[in-house]
Structures are given as structure tokens and as C-alpha cells.
């Protein structure tokens, strides 16, 4: 028997209506929920400021090892004046095997110098004024806000976010700012701040970056970039 050829990604998307784009989403959103339902931050932290740094250190690193150098740093930093009076390399030193050091070190004193000059040694509760921290982006700022504080203001990008949701059809864009701009549009305020996580786990677990597990896939059906040999079926 032939095989019915699938449907290229470009065209499937032109054909799908805005509406049909938002019911697929809600489909996706629905699956993940229920393979993941226990998906949220992996790293550790216990104040707002230790959310922050944790978010800093994970870039190009993993959560474990995140998890790993924060046991200590953490105990050893307790409010932001900490850092800025750690002698010169020592921060360095002390979060070193997260990778990128010097930068990291670099982008955590410019943040604590900016909680306590302006913010009074706190870290801000706002979108406006997290994103006012040298080097924090919408990605950190959500994540704070969302983990620390409790507030939900958008949808944090990540690489694994962004992948998937380009991989799914549900953003064409580069930028983070735009990609997350595309799924606030497509998902309810009430699922944003699950959502990130969701996409990570799915992530990790299925979507990877190099090659796509796509024929353990529990959206294959719904995603229209899938390799698997079988059928795909728009949905409408
Ligand atoms: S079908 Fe493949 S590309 Fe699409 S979400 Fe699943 S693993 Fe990723």
C-alpha cells in the first residue's frame, strides 16, 4: 500500500484558519497537561533574589548543575550587597562549572548593584522594573515573576519554548519577544505561566532539539513539522 504523502508544514499552515490554529493549541495544551502534570521550575530557590540568580546561572547550563553549585552559593550569598562584596574572582570561582563564568559573575553584580541602589536591596516585583536589571529579559523576568512572586504577565521563551512552538506551528517568528507575543495570543492568560513548562518537559522528553522523537510523539497528529511515517491529519 502507498503511503498518502504527507502534508508539507507551509501548507498545512496557510490552509488553517486563525480559530482552527487556536482549538489545535488547546488540543496540544490539553495532551501535555496530562503527560506532564507535574511540570514546573526544577530549579531550587527560596527568595525572589535566589530565583534571579538561579535564572541567571542556567543559561547554557542544566538545571542539575545549577542545582548543584546554588546549594552552596546560596548559603553563602544571602542578600545582594553579598555579592557585590565577594572579592574580584571569587564569585567566579564559586560559579564556575555552570559555564560562562565571567559573564555570569559580570551580569549578577550589575543586577545587585541596580536591586540596591534602586530598588533597596529587594528584587522588584514588576515587569517594568525586573526588565530595568541590566541583562534580564522577558524570559527571567516571567520566570521570576511567575515562580517568585506569583504574578503572570506573559510566557517565558526559552530554547526549548521557542523550538517547540515553531515545530508546532504556533510561532514563525525569531525574536522571543514576538514568539511569545504568538502564544499569549493563543493560549488563556490562566495557562501561561503552565505552559513554559509544559513545553519543556515535552522538550526534553520528545521534541529534542537535534532529532525530534517523533513517533512517540503524543501531538504528532497536531503538529504539522512531525516525521513519523503515518498519516497526519490536519485538525479542524
Ligand atoms: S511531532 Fe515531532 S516535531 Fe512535532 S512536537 Fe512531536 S516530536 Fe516535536
Redesign the pocket.
Given at each position: 500500500m502507498v503511503k498518502p504523502k504527507a502534508e508539507p508544514k507551509a501548507a498545512w499552515l496557510a490552509a488553517e484558519s486563525p480559530a482552527q490554529k487556536r482549538r489545535r493549541a488547546g488540543a496540544v495544551r490539553r495532551r501535555l497537561e496530562r503527560a506532564y502534570p507535574g511540570a514546573k521550575c526544577a530549579l531550587n530557590f527560596s527568595t525572589p533574589l535566589e530565583m534571579l540568580i538561579a535564572t541567571v546561572l542556567s543559561a547554557q547550563s542544566t538545571d542539575a548543575m545549577v542545582n548543584k553549585v546554588t546549594a552552596g552559593l546560596f548559603r553563602k550569598y544571602r542578600r545582594p550587597e553579598d555579592y557585590l562584596a565577594s572579592p574580584p574572582g571569587e564569585l567566579e570561582r564559586d560559579i564556575h562549572s555552570t559555564g560562562f563564568f565571567n559573564q555570569k559573575a559580570r551580569s549578577i553584580r550589575g543586577l545587585c548593584r541596580k536591586i540596591v541602589e534602586d530598588y533597596g536591596g529587594r528584587v522588584p516585583d514588576t515587569m517594568e522594573g525586573l526588565l530595568s536589571l541590566p541583562g534580564v529579559a522577558r524570559k527571567t523576568a516571567n520566570i521570576v515573576l511567575g515562580n517568585a512572586f506569583g504574578k503572570v504577565e506573559g510566557i517565558a521563551v526559552d530554547t526549548h519554548v521557542h523550538r517547540?512552538a515553531s515545530?508546532?506551528g504556533l510561532s514563525a517568528e525569531d525574536d522571543p519577544n514576538k514568539v511569545e507575543r504568538d502564544l499569549t495570543g493563543l493560549f488563556p492568560r490562566s495557562r501561561w505561566f503552565q505552559l513554559t513548562y509544559l513545553l519543556i518537559e515535552h522538550g526534553r522528553a520528545?521534541?529534542k532539539a537535534p532529532r525530534?522523537?517523533?513517533e512517540e510523539?503524543l501531538?504528532?497528529d497536531l503538529?504539522p513539522?512531525?516525521?513519523?511515517p503515518t498519516r497526519r491529519v490536519p485538525f479542524a
Open positions: 517547540l515545530r508546532l520528545i521534541c525530534p522523537l517523533c510523539c501531538v504528532g503538529c513539522s512531525s516525521r513519523a
